[in-house]
């Protein structure tokens, strides 16, 4: 059965999303936090250039039902692209757009940004890839372990993705992209500081802490047993759940000069302090430098 989610715009309006059962869902605590960045991201990038919004050019690789994408065209985004690998994750996105009265400029199949539109550049690239590592349970339908499988750490996708993307991004324009502290964080943060030092920050809206799995179920043992091949970050709460966080990440082609990057692990100041697990996991990390700079 469908189910909508609805998603509160900066400028006051309400878009709704319809979610497919075999489809990664319009999903409130990645989709909607891409989608919010990227308006942000939108308006830094006008404000600085002292161009309109319409003057813009955006893309939503790996769009699945398009939270971003519809998102931006519906701000005012001059040309919007929605692509994905998935035929139904494109008709998903197609009749997303659709019900929000949203004309998307071009919805293709693609791979990653390997797309034959490959002259034009972006001024914004906005991307929830796959980031869940290969331990999810093959149960579920092939469309869902499409839409979540991001190799052996969860980041393959996303290292192909700061591969490419250089040069489909115009001069100061920005990549914003999903990355899940269930995923191996620490190699994607070399990576970003090897290739992109001084151009990536994370955004200071995030993290943001979600519950993530039910700590009772079977298919979570990997996230404690020391199994995965790297160390994902989760604490265990009395709701019986385990938690995780996820940052938006940017990573700009110029307009970035030096200013914070690294992944917080937490902004929430007191409420750490109350959580004696999440204290000690956050003074392992920290040591470790994973604080902002
Ligand atoms: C985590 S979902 C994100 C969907 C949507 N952007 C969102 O935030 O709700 C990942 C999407 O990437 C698509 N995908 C997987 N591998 C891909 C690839 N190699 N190239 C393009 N899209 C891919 C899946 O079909 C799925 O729709």
């Not at 050019?57 to 692509?83: D, F, I, N």
């Not at 040069?167 to 990355?179: D, E, I, K, Q, Y």
């Not at 030092?197 to 990997?222: C, I, K, L, M, N």
């Not at 929430?268 to 994973?290: A, C, H, N, T």
């Amino acid at each position: 059965m469908a189910v909508e989610t609805r998603h509160l715009t900066m400028s006051g309006s309400v878009l709704r999303f319809m979610n497919q059962d075999h489809l990664f869902p319009v999903y409130q605590f990645q989709s909607l936090l891409l989608a919010t960045a990227s308006e942000l991201a939108a308006t830094m990038i006008v404000a600085e250039r002292g161009a309109n919004i319409a003057d813009l050019k955006a893309w939503e690789p790996c769009c699945g039902g398009g939270p971003a994408a519809v998102t931006l065209k519906h701000l005012g985004v001059g040309y919007v692209q929605a692509t994905d690998i998935s035929d139904e994750s494109i008709a998903a996105c197609r009749a997303n757009a659709a019900a929000n009265a949203v004309s998307l400029d071009r919805i293709a199949v693609a791979d990653l940004l390997a797309d034959s539109d490959q002259d034009r550049r972006y001024d914004l690239i906005c991307c929830n890839p796959p980031c869940a590592p290969d331990v999810s349970s093959n149960s579920e339908p092939a469309s869902l372990l499409t839409a979540v499988r991001g190799g052996d750490k969860g980041i393959e996708l996303t290292l192909r993705l700061l591969d490419q993307v250089g040069p489909r991004l115009t001069p100061g324009g920005s990549l914003v992209f999903v990355a899940v502290s269930t995923s191996d964080i620490a190699s994607l943060r070399q990576r970003l500081d090897e290739d992109f030092h001084g151009q990536w920050r994370t955004f200071p809206t995030t993290p943001v802490a979600a519950p993530y799995r039910s700590a009772e179920d079977e298919a979570s043992r990997w996230l404690t047993d020391g199994t995965a091949a790297f160390e994902p970050i989760v604490w265990r709460r009395k709701d019986g759940w385990y938690w995780r966080l996820t940052w938006i990440v940017e990573v700009s082609n110029g307009r970035l000069s030096g200013t914070g990057s690294g992944f917080a692990l937490c902004p929430y100041g007191l409420e750490v302090d109350r959580d004696r697990d999440l204290s000690l996991m956050i003074s392992k990390f920290s040591s470790d430098g994973f604080w902002l700079r």
